[in-house]
């Protein structure tokens, strides 16, 4: 994908197009020091990563305030929606580098992102309307954490490729949720999942 698709399909402003610019060449810039995302998907960024970030924008419940993204890693897809427009977004990641380089990128793209460089029980984060998390664990260590740092009322958003429906088995017994999928528009085996009434059994 390139950028000029990203644009027509996710219909972003150009100065969003131009701070997600800013971003990608700041991630090829440091990746060879800190190993930030897979050099083999560094050729095909804009839809490995900016766009598999970007599809949850829309996905997002109406009047989000405040998401909290758990194992930020290189900013997917918590600094991606910042910078889209999600009003106030914490970061969540304890590798002091890679928190290190989310600092930088927000600083320079003016994104509405506050970095929390510590272990996810401990952070120290405002009521969630949103948790998201790509990449970082299973349902069964996803939905504790998240409970704990929701709102009532709140959502989880979860991009898992395909192994997503046994995860959803394996935390039915524990867990009260409604859940709703959506087919990922970057991965073919890939769902979104989004979880609302979150609850303890």
């Not at 829309?58 to 930020?72: C, K, N």
């Not at 990641?93 to 509405?112: C, H, I, M, Q, S």
């Not at 949103?130 to 996803?142: N, P």
């Amino acid at each position: 994908m390139t950028q000029a698709q990203f644009q027509t399909r996710f219909d972003v402003s150009r100065e969003t197009l131009e701070r997600l610019e800013v971003y990608a060449a700041h991630l090829r810039k440091w990746n060879p020091a800190i190993n930030l995302v897979s050099k083999t998907t560094l050729d095909d960024l804009w839809t490995r990563h900016l766009a598999d970030s970007a599809q949850v924008f829309a996905l997002l419940p109406a009047g989000t305030q405040v998401l909290v993204d758990l194992g930020s890693g290189a900013g997917f897809p918590g600094l991606v929606l910042a910078i889209m427009g999600v009003p106030a977004v914490h970061l969540v990641e304890l590798d002091v580098r890679k928190a290190a380089f989310l600092r930088e990128v927000a600083r320079v793209t003016a994104a509405p992102a506050t970095v929390h460089p510590v272990r996810i029980e401990v952070a120290d984060t405002p009521p969630a309307d949103v948790v998201s998390a790509r990449a970082l664990a299973e349902l069964d260590l996803l939905l504790p954490w998240a409970h704990g740092l929701l709102k009532p009322g709140g959502a989880c958003l979860f991009p898992k490729g395909r192994t997503a429906e046994d995860e959803l088995t394996a935390v039915a017994n524990s867990w009260n949720m409604q859940v709703e999928r959506f087919p990922s528009q970057t991965d073919p085996a890939g769902t979104i999942l989004r979880i609302t009434g979150l609850s303890r059994k």
